[in-house]
Each structure stands twice: as C-alpha cells, then as structure tokens.
Nanobody, 116 residues
Framework: QVQLVESGGGSVQAGGSLRLSCAAS????????MAWYRQAPGKQREYVAR???????DYADSAKGRFTISRDNAKNVVYLQMNSLKPEDTAVYFC??????????WGKGTLVTVSS
C-alpha cells in the first residue's frame, strides 16, 4: 500500500502562487507515476498534471504554462507549483499514485481557494 498526504493548500488572491506537496509513504518503490487532480465544487474531479518515475511530465491544458509538477525521489515528495492562480483554480487538490503492477492510491486532498 501507499499512503499519500497533501499539504500546502490555502487562500490566495488571483495572480498569486501556491506550492502543494504530496508526501508518499509505504510501498513507494513500486510507484510508476504520481499526479495531481482537482475537484471544484459541484464539478467532477479533473486531471491537472502527472510526473513519471523517469521525470517526464504531462499537464492538462488548464495547467500548461502556469503549473509545474516536480518530485524529490529521495524524499518521496511530489510538488505542484501553481503560479498566476485564477478563481477557477479553486478546488480541492488530490494527489494520486499508480503502482507499476496496477493499484492506484489517492490522498485526502488539500483545499485551494483563489479570490478575485
């Protein structure tokens, strides 16, 4: 099993920045990729960004150019640096991990609120 704990959420004004962290523990040596998703009030959970063990990364169109995903393999932490935040970025942000042999895990989420 893998346990994921997010942190770094909070309230910020539009145009501001936040950095989210996701600390992984447990069977981390089997993690193939880690990702961030978000869920705004009344909406479905949506993909934000993913980073593979190789270091390759991918972003949703809404995140491209503003968000950066990175990882510290030694600490088993994944980060999401969010710049130029917009009110529509307001959501609960969830960390996700998928293991090389199939299982996926979710964190409990951290709330990001962006005011105009």
């Amino acid at each position: 099993q893998v346990q994921l704990v997010e942190s770094g959420g909070g309230s910020v004004q539009a145009g501001g920045s936040l950095r989210l962290s996701c600390a992984a523990s447990g069977n981390t040596f089997s993690v193939n990729a880690m990702a961030w998703y978000r869920q705004a009030p009344g909406k479905q959970r949506e993909y934000v960004a993913r980073i593979w063990i190789s270091g390759s990364s991918d972003y949703a169109d809404s995140a491209k150019g503003r968000f950066t995903i990175s990882r510290d393999n030694a600490k088993n932490v994944v980060y999401l640096q969010m710049n130029s935040l917009k009110p529509e970025d307001t959501a609960v942000y969830f960390c996700h991990a998928d293991l090389s042999y199939g299982p996926v895990y979710w964190g409990k989420g951290t709330l990001v609120t962006v005011s105009s």
